[in-house]
């Protein structure tokens, strides 16, 4: 049973520039969660969709946008790239409640120079 | 605004003893998560907690539920090295929150 995937897992970029990280949910679950985790910190979060719309959103500027597809796969896009955007980016699907919990993906780790 | 926090932020332990982290949370939640996390890599579900009173237990860990005190445990028996990692608790509070909100997280060592 394959787990939460993202893709890529390493990314370089340069300030200014925009990036895409992709997302395939646990089989099963239909809800994706995308958090921020900056080094040496607790994950952040930055919105969650559902039924291909934005459900919840944190405090992260409009840089920040999502999508998600009709087989549940979703995209974290952010648009002009910051220093401090330099952060592993997590990917999270449940169900709809998340009473069952969150499965989270390997990350992808996003460099900004 | 919900603030969780975690003490300590560092645990240094020799193998075979026993302790606690504790995680302590603002507001009224009605689910808790405990999460590992080694290093590089991402997390993974230890626990959910969704009920006062709650108590889970696999192998060496126990995690515990007081919701009236807004405070969850984790407590750690007869440690080994391969529980070495960093433990994050995470909180979702209000009714139609999807939101997990982490605590800044406990480096534990298991020193030999």
């Known amino acids: 049973d394959a787990g939460v995937t993202q893709s890529p897992t390493h990314l370089i970029k340069t300030r200014g520039q925009q990036v895409t990280l992709r997302c395939s949910p646990k089989?099963?679950?239909?809800?994706v969660s995308w958090y921020q985790q900056a080094l040496g910190q607790g994950p952040q979060f930055i919105f969650q969709?559902?039924?291909?719309?934005?459900?919840q959103r944190g405090n992260f500027p409009d840089r920040f946008s999502g999508h998600q597809f009709p087989n549940y796969s979703s995209e974290l896009n952010v648009n002009a790239l910051l220093l401090g955007d330099s952060a592993l980016y997590l990917c999270?699907?449940?169900?709809?409640?998340?009473?069952?919990?969150?499965?989270f993906g390997s990350g992808t780790r996003l460099t900004v120079v | 605004e919900l603030k969780v926090e975690q003490n300590p932020l560092f645990l240094s332990m020799q193998e075979g003893k026993n302790y606690t982290i504790y995680c302590n949370y603002s507001?009224?939640?009605?689910?808790l998560y405990w999460y590992r996390q080694d290093p590089g890599k991402s997390l993974e579900s230890l626990f959910v907690?969704?009920?006062?009173?709650a108590v889970k237990q696999e192998g060496r860990l126990m995690a515990s539920l007081d919701t009236k005190a807004r405070l969850s445990t984790l407590h750690i028996t007869a440690a080994v090295h391969d529980l070495s990692a960093t433990y994050f608790c995470?909180?979702?509070?209000?009714?139609?929150?999807?939101?997990?909100?982490f605590g800044k997280g406990t480096k534990l060592s298991v020193i030999p």
């Open positions: 999270a699907s449940s169900y709809p409640l998340g009473n069952y919990g969150y499965t």
């Open positions: 507001t009224t939640s009605d689910r």
């Open positions: 907690l969704l009920s006062n009173g």
């Open positions: 089989s099963g679950h239909d809800t």
């Open positions: 969709y559902y039924e291909e719309e934005e459900r």
């Open positions: 995470a909180v979702v509070t209000g009714a139609g929150s999807y939101q997990l909100t």
